[in-house]
């Protein structure tokens, strides 16, 4: 079925979002995929929504296994089967289970760090957690495609630093089929986003802000920029020094950037936006 969503999707990448949205609503039974696509089909009835053309750009652009494995993980591993595992584990031990983790594979030691993601992530799936964060600032991200291969049935998204990718290392990714890998908005980011591009990846950018610098958030001055780079995603988190009061207004603003529809890029502050999720998914906020 999803296959022949894909091939309608080229034809008619409009028509085809809103049937898929109205069909996964009348199916859905799920709080958070029923709040979801009820936003969705509320939306895209906005005929001027730019997220038809990020549509439009993801079919047009991306490798369709990807899309496909990537979605079935994230939207039915991840928000479906895992959600409803997640809350039948917390009721029984009385414990809290984060919808997503995060990992630092900055080691010296690359090996073991990728063995022990492995354990944490084989213990995670076990109590219905399919979503990581895995982050590698430095070093050589080809060693986060073992940790990829072993779980095809999770979602990935891999945060780079500085590192310079490999026209080898977008192929593999696109052939673990599991993954979003998204670079820092730095001078080098075109060359890097021009070849996840070419090689049919879903790819984003982030970037940190501060006290100091929020204003570049909250004028859309940042967003704007990226645009060109063609990202599907474009992910912000605050330092952790930043104050409440300037989180909150920053994390307002972006969930008014996404009910606007203005850009072609959804729009995510990273921190606030994985909270919300855990929240919806177990009724609790930490």
């Not at 979801?36 to 490798?63: C, G, K, R």
């Amino acid at each position: 079925m999803l296959q022949k969503i894909f091939r309608d999707g080229k034809r008619s990448p409009r028509r085809t979002v809103r049937n898929l949205v109205d069909l996964g609503l009348n199916v859905s039974k799920g709080r958070f995929q029923t709040r979801f696509l009820t936003y969705a089909q509320e939306m895209l009835q906005n005929q001027e929504s730019a997220y038809y053309e990020l549509a439009a750009d993801v079919i047009a652009h991306t490798d369709e296994r990807l899309l496909i494995n990537f979605g079935m993980n994230l939207g039915y591993n991840g928000c479906t089967k895992g959600a409803s595992l997640i809350r039948k584990t917390e009721k029984e031990q009385g414990v809290h289970i984060p919808w997503s983790l995060s990992m630092n594979m900055d080691s010296r030691m690359p090996e073991q760090e990728a063995d022990a993601c492995q354990k944490q992530i084989c213990r995670g799936k076990e109590q219905g957690i399919y979503v990581y964060l895995m982050t590698l600032t430095q070093g050589n991200p080809a060693e986060l495609l073992k940790v990829l291969n072993r779980n095809p049935d999770c979602a990935f998204l891999v945060f780079l630093g500085e590192q310079e990718i490999s026209e080898t290392f977008a192929k593999e990714i696109v052939e673990c089929g599991n993954a979003m890998v998204s670079v820092p908005t730095r001078p080098d980011s075109a060359q890097n986003c021009r070849l996840m591009r070419n090689n049919g990846l879903l790819y984003a950018v982030h970037a940190g802000y501060g006290e100091e610098d929020a204003d570049r958030m909250l004028d859309d001055s940042w967003l704007k920029k990226q645009l060109f780079l063609h990202p599907q995603c474009a992910f912000i988190c605050a330092d952790w020094e930043c104050r409440r009061e300037i989180r909150q207004k920053v994390y307002d603003h972006v969930v008014d950037v996404r009910m606007r529809q203005k850009y072609p890029v959804l729009l995510m502050e990273v921190r606030e936006d994985l909270q919300m999720i855990d929240h919806i998914i177990s009724e609790k906020r930490i």
